[in-house]
T-cell receptor
Framework: AQSVAQPEDQVNVAEGNPLTVKCTYSVSGNPYLFWYVQYPNRGLQFLLKYITGDNLVKGSYGFEAEFNKSQTSFHLKKPSALVSDSALYFCAEGAFTGGGNKLTFGTGTQLKVEL | GAGVSQSPSNKVTEKGKDVELRCDPISGHTALYWYRQRLGQGLEFLIYFQGNSAPDKSGLPSDRFSAERTGESVSTLTIQRTQQEDSAVYLC???????????FGPGTRLTVL
């Protein structure tokens, strides 16, 4: 069975500093990986995805993620954090079976960016 | 254009009652998904619909849960004889095809007393 691990419940970082939110996945072969962000009282917003191609994926709001097959990781990064980046971040892995894409989500990482 | 919408935004019900949650996907999106998000946890897949294919119901936690979708439009998730453990945020998502990102609605927060 697929599983996605986000080992940190919370990440604290100072504004202007680089941030990393960690994610590891379980499936072998060629995974389909996604990052979503959830702001309070709002639905999930898509940030970026890895399907194939370059290991460094660029997404919305200046975020990027690096796919590392040998470490089965897909960490989310941003060179310079903003207070407005504070939110709940979910990593997800897609399973394309039977004509659909069932996403398996991690438990989420709360990012807090402080002045 | 309009995103995925869900109604109601909040629903409080008594244990044993039936509830119906509605999802309006983005127009033209052939795939529609339902997920459940319990407090402090990640999202759990419940069911998806893809065009006219038979839905994948493998994530439904019990036979009290069911969902329908008319063509490529509105979907309803029905929970019969609600239990307190059904309390969660129910999220709907849609996508243009299966190998692309899903767009999520704001969710319905269900509280079972």
């Amino acid at each position: 069975a697929q599983s996605v691990a986000q080992p940190e419940d919370q990440v604290n970082v100072a504004e202007g500093n680089p941030l990393t939110v960690k994610c590891t996945y379980s499936v072998s072969g060629n995974p389909y990986l996604f990052w979503y962000v959830q702001y309070p009282n709002r639905g999930l917003q898509f940030l970026l995805k890895y399907i194939t191609g370059d290991n460094l994926v660029k997404g919305s709001y200046g975020f990027e993620a690096e796919f590392n097959k040998s470490q089965t990781s897909f960490h989310l990064k941003k060179p310079s954090a903003l207070v407005s980046d504070s939110a709940l971040y979910f990593c997800a892995e897609g399973a394309f079976t039977g004509g659909g894409n069932k996403l398996t989500f991690g438990t989420g990482t709360q990012l807090k960016v402080e002045l | 254009g309009a995103g995925v919408s869900q109604s109601p935004s909040n629903k409080v019900t008594e244990k044993g009652k039936d509830v119906e949650l509605r999802c309006d996907p983005i127009s033209g999106h052939t795939a529609l998904y339902w997920y459940r998000q319990r407090l402090g946890q990640g999202l759990e897949f419940l069911i998806y619909f893809q065009g006219n294919s038979a839905p994948d119901k493998s994530g439904l936690p019990s036979d009290r849960f069911s969902a329908e979708r008319t063509g490529e439009s509105v979907s309803t998730l029905t929970i019969q004889r609600t239990q307190q453990e059904d309390s969660a945020v129910y999220l709907c998502a849609s996508s243009l095809a299966i190998r692309v990102e899903q767009f999520f609605g704001p969710g319905t927060r269900l509280t079972v007393l």
